[in-house]
């Protein structure tokens, strides 16, 4: 399984992005998958992630401004980012196999896309 993050790039604060996650290979959109994003300097963290009854999960910073979906016929998954801050600038990855306890633990996904940059201007 291969997983490519895109959509990424210079927004000004406010503004919305949307980043795609396509995957080739064995196809796995029917389980969890999730976005992941690492700051300049600082350690990656869980930002959100959807399941295979369509429910979500948001870390408390994004709640309310981020969206993830998927597309099960084209087998991409879609993170909708509003009201984009500065803080949110950071390298996006879309990962996929939960194999853990916790959505939040890196360590519990198998499988991690390239990331995708996002800056967030003031």
């Known amino acids: 399984v291969q997983l490519q993050a895109s959509g990424g790039g210079l927004v000004q604060a406010g503004g919305s992005l949307r980043l795609s996650c396509a995957a080739s290979?064995?196809?796995?959109?029917?389980?969890?998958e999730a976005w992941f994003r690492q700051a300049p300097g600082k350690e990656r963290e869980f930002v959100g992630s959807?399941?295979?009854?369509?429910?979500?999960i948001y870390t408390d910073s994004v709640k309310g401004r981020f969206t993830i979906s998927r597309d099960n016929a084209k087998n991409v998954m879609y993170l909708q980012m509003n009201s984009l801050k500065p803080e949110d600038t950071a390298v996006y990855y879309c990962v996929g196999q939960f194999i853990g306890s916790r959505f939040q633990d890196q360590y519990a996904w198998v499988y991690w896309g390239r990331g995708t940059l996002v800056t967030v201007s003031s």
């Open positions: 290979g064995r196809a796995f959109r029917t389980v969890s």
């Open positions: 959807v399941h295979w009854n369509g429910s979500t």
